[in-house]
């Protein structure tokens, strides 16, 4: 069967340029040509685009580039391995919420007494980050060290503590210093943590919906993989034959 740039294009709403580009890109492989030199693609072409566009939720435009471009060229272990390092950069995004909900469980209430207080040197030791990193949140909004009035250095009590560390943690979560911020300020108004509750339940709600995506990437890179003069390695025999 053969097919036009614009019979690729109208099956994602997509124009023909961005099909062409995807060709000159290597996401899809090269087109034929026709007697008068316009592109001829086939059924194979469209799989690879179906499967770059499904694999695009799950990893992203480079990633995802980046895995056709390898399962074209012949390339599919280098293709398997970007996909494992997806899936083990969504394991620790989920380590990394379980250690943010840890932290609020061992937060200490706030009738409690402060156990000290601490400056900036050794608490970006302890979170292994540059003092020039919490002066940026400091400027953001993000945290709010008092000085000491003799000495001019930042002053950081417990609370400050805390703040940091649920900043760290949701940084490491992808979130934005504008959003933390917001969170912070809720966090400080309510006297506790109690807010975070609908952040942590969205930051749930997108690991969900990124691995799904995977599951739907890897079905449909699977389905391409085994397309009729498609790229599937000559000696594979599947999972009855490893």
Do not use: C
């Amino acid at each position: 069967m053969r097919l036009r740039p614009i019979d690729l294009a109208r099956e994602h709403g997509l124009s023909t340029q961005a099909v062409r580009n995807y060709e000159d890109a290597e996401i899809l492989p090269p087109a034929g040509r026709s007697p008068h030199g316009y592109r001829v693609y086939s059924p194979r072409h469209a799989a690879a685009l179906r499967t770059f566009l499904a694999l695009l939720p799950a990893h992203g435009h480079a990633t995802a580039g980046a895995i056709m471009r390898a399962v074209n060229g012949g390339a599919t272990e280098e293709a398997l391995r970007l996909i494992d390092d997806g899936h083990a950069q969504l394991a620790g995004d989920r380590h990394t919420l379980e250690a943010v909900e840890e932290a609020l469980r061992d937060l200490a209430p706030p009738s409690e007494p402060a156990p000290g207080v601490t400056f900036i040197g050794p608490l970006a030791r302890r979170l292994r980050i540059k003092p020039a990193t919490l002066r940026k949140w400091e400027r953001a909004g993000i945290t709010v060290p008092r000085r000491d009035p003799r000495t001019g250095y930042r002053v950081y009590t417990s609370a400050d503590v805390r703040d940091v560390l649920l900043a760290h943690q949701l940084r490491r979560g992808g979130y934005g210093l504008e959003r933390i911020r917001q969170v912070l300020e809720q966090v400080r108004a309510a006297g506790g943590p109690e807010p975070l509750q609908a952040t942590l339940q969205e930051w749930h709600d997108r690991l969900t919906a990124r691995g799904l995506a995977m599951l739907a990437g890897a079905a449909a890179l699977d389905a391409y993989l085994r397309t009729p003069g498609g790229p599937m390695p000559g000696n594979f025999r599947g999972p009855a034959g490893i």
